[in-house]
């Protein structure tokens, strides 16, 4: 082998280096553009799923703040919107409940209210007076 054949052969392997060195340089930048692509998608789904976990908590919040509020005001209409804005709510059983107690004590109330007016129609009223005579 002469010199000059060798000097073509080191040329053309160095050159299939450099090439081979080019293509995979561009195999890495594209596969370092794939992985940070995938990441990306990642992390905007791991996003979605917080804010919807988010809004499930602040559905919960509503729920506990509307409940709490609905104690506070204690009224069979204060139960009653309760029930309708939370059908499925974690103090829809509490609110039935006590709705129903609310219901008894009025009947009861009415009960007790008719008896009082219809003994005062069948008892004499006598007027006594406050001074001493």
């Known amino acids: 082998m002469n010199k000059s054949s060798l000097i073509v052969s080191v040329v ?3 050159l299939g280096i450099f090439v081979g060195l080019y293509f995979a340089k561009n ?8 992985r940070a692509e995938q990441q ?26 509307d ?13 009653r919107e309760y029930l309708e804005q939370h059908a499925d709510g974690k103090h829809v059983n509490e609110a039935r409940e006590i709705l129903l107690t609310i219901a008894s004590r009025v009947e009861q ?11 005062k129609d069948s008892v004499e009223h006598v007027e006594v007076s406050d001074t001493i005579q």
């Open 40 to 65: 990306d998608l990642l992390l905007e789904e791991q996003n979605e799923i917080k804010g919807k976990e988010a809004s499930a908590a602040v559905t919960l919040d509503t729920d506990s703040i």
């Open 109 to 119: 109330r009415a009960v007790a209210s008719s008896e009082v007016s219809a003994e």
């Open 67 to 79: 409940w709490l509020t609905t104690l506070t005001e204690n009224t069979a209409k204060a139960y």
């Open 27 to 34: 195999a890495n930048d594209e596969l370092m553009a794939y």
């Open 12 to 14: 053309i392997a160095l």
